[in-house]
Structure formats: structure tokens, C-alpha cells
């Protein structure tokens, strides 16, 4: 049965997105001019919708090394996103190290900034570690939609339901200099924690319209 999970969790992904109504804001400035890869940041609880958020797809993700990431890894993938598996609970130095080479490669990053454990909405360290190894560009994401379930898990995630509105909305680019020092990161993470934030809610917002 568990074999089972990625295969139909992809195919009812795929149904949400076929049958919701779903408007984007700042997509017109969400790729940098100059084609240096993005990281795409959300929260947690917002990854169900997440294979839809890259503009040019695959995307690589930090999946832990768990059975629960074997099983994220496998659905992902059918959804044209790619794994590296490790995250900051477990195998954290081989993820980074993977996502960096990929975004020195020119892929396009995602990262969830309170995953995989939490707190929720608390960003962890990784991603602008990886932004300035890598010089690629942090972009905020935030999605909402009108219909939904939340799971009993410790992020409630967003489970979106089919013929629901939804809205991406994309932040202003954050970039980590080469020289940032570790207060420094500390600074960006929680600018980079009030940016989703705030696309979030007005992802929330666009729904009221």
C-alpha cells in the first residue's frame, strides 16, 4: 500500500491543478534579467502546491533521508521536480552541498524555510547560506487558496481541494554577498522570513478580490 502514495498523491496534485483557478503576481519580475537561478522560499505548509510555483522546471528540493522523504522524493518527481536528499534534521551538510552544485549548474533551487521540522513560520538556516555560496537570487513565495484541508501535522499543511481559486504571489529578489558573515545571514533570514510573510498574506488577500 505504501508503494501506493506517490503515484496517487501525484495524480490528485495534478487534478487540483487542472481544475483550479489560479492567478500569479510578480511573475513578470520573478526570473532575474541575467539568468541567475532562483531560489524559490515558502513556508512548509504551502509545499503541496509547490511543483507549480518554477518557471523552469525541474526544480531541485533538499528531501530528508527518511522513509517520509523516500515517499516525497518518488511524488515529486512525478511532478517534474527533482530531490537531493538531506535536510537540516538529517544528512543537512550533503543537501546543501548538492543544492549549491546545482545552483552553480544554473538550476533553479526550492527550499522550505521552517521545514522539515519547525517551529512554523520560524525560518531555519540553509537557504541564504546556499544563496551566497551559490550567488543565486532568494525569491518569496507565497500562495493561498480558497479551498483546503490542513493536516494534523506540526505545519498543518495546506492539502488544496479541486475547483478552488488559488494565487501565487512573487517577492522582490533578495541577494546574500559573497562576504556576508554569519550575522549577517542571521539578518537576511529574517528578512527573508518577513518578505514571505508578507507575499503570503497578500496571496491571502488576491482571494478576497
Given at each position: 500500500?505504501a508503494?501506493l502514495?506517490?503515484?496517487v498523491?501525484?495524480?490528485?496534485?495534478?487534478?487540483v491543478?487542472?481544475?483550479?483557478?489560479?492567478?500569479?503576481?510578480?511573475d513578470?519580475?520573478?526570473?532575474?534579467?541575467?539568468?541567475?537561478?532562483?531560489?524559490y522560499?515558502?513556508w512548509h505548509?504551502?509545499?503541496?502546491?509547490?511543483?507549480?510555483?518554477?518557471?523552469?522546471p525541474?526544480?531541485?528540493v533538499?528531501?530528508?533521508?527518511s522513509?517520509?522523504g523516500?515517499?516525497t522524493?518518488r511524488l515529486?518527481?512525478?511532478?517534474?521536480v527533482?530531490?537531493?536528499r538531506?535536510?537540516?534534521s538529517?544528512?543537512?551538510a550533503?543537501?546543501?552541498?548538492?543544492?549549491?552544485?546545482a545552483?552553480?549548474?544554473?538550476?533553479d533551487?526550492?527550499?522550505t524555510?521552517d521545514?522539515?521540522?519547525g517551529?512554523?513560520h520560524?525560518?531555519?538556516?540553509?537557504?541564504?547560506?546556499?544563496?551566497r555560496?551559490?550567488?543565486?537570487a532568494?525569491?518569496p513565495?507565497?500562495?493561498?487558496c480558497?479551498r483546503?484541508?490542513?493536516l494534523?501535522?506540526?505545519?498543518?499543511?495546506?492539502?488544496?481541494?479541486?475547483?478552488?481559486?488559488?494565487?501565487f504571489?512573487?517577492?522582490?529578489h533578495l541577494?546574500?554577498?559573497?562576504?556576508?558573515?554569519h550575522?549577517?545571514?542571521?539578518v537576511?533570514?529574517q528578512?527573508?522570513?518577513r518578505?514571505?510573510?508578507?507575499?503570503?498574506?497578500?496571496?491571502e488577500?488576491?482571494?478576497l478580490?
Amino acid at each position: 500500500m505504501a508503494a501506493l502514495v506517490p503515484p496517487v498523491g501525484a495524480a490528485y496534485l495534478r487534478l487540483v491543478r487542472r481544475t483550479m483557478r489560479l492567478s500569479r503576481e510578480g511573475d513578470g519580475t520573478a526570473l532575474p534579467d541575467d539568468g541567475t537561478p532562483v531560489v524559490y522560499c515558502f513556508w512548509h505548509e504551502k509545499l503541496a502546491m509547490m511543483p507549480w510555483v518554477q518557471f523552469r522546471p525541474p526544480t531541485v528540493v533538499p528531501v530528508s533521508q527518511s522513509r517520509d522523504g523516500d515517499f516525497t522524493a518518488r511524488l515529486f518527481a512525478r511532478l517534474g521536480v527533482e530531490a537531493t536528499r538531506g535536510s537540516s534534521s538529517r544528512g543537512g551538510a550533503l543537501a546543501a552541498r548538492g543544492m549549491v552544485t546545482a545552483a552553480r549548474a544554473g538550476r533553479d533551487l526550492g527550499i522550505t524555510l521552517d521545514g522539515p521540522r519547525g517551529p512554523a513560520h520560524v525560518v531555519q538556516p540553509g537557504a541564504t547560506w546556499i544563496a551566497r555560496a551559490a550567488g543565486c537570487a532568494l525569491l518569496p513565495v507565497g500562495f493561498a487558496c480558497s479551498r483546503y484541508r490542513r493536516l494534523g501535522s506540526w505545519d498543518r499543511m495546506v492539502i488544496p481541494l479541486p475547483f478552488s481559486r488559488g494565487a501565487f504571489v512573487y517577492g522582490e529578489h533578495l541577494y546574500v554577498p559573497r562576504d556576508a558573515t554569519h550575522d549577517d545571514l542571521a539578518v537576511a533570514d529574517q528578512e527573508l522570513a518577513r518578505r514571505v510573510e508578507e507575499v503570503t498574506k497578500r496571496a491571502e488577500t488576491m482571494l478576497l478580490t
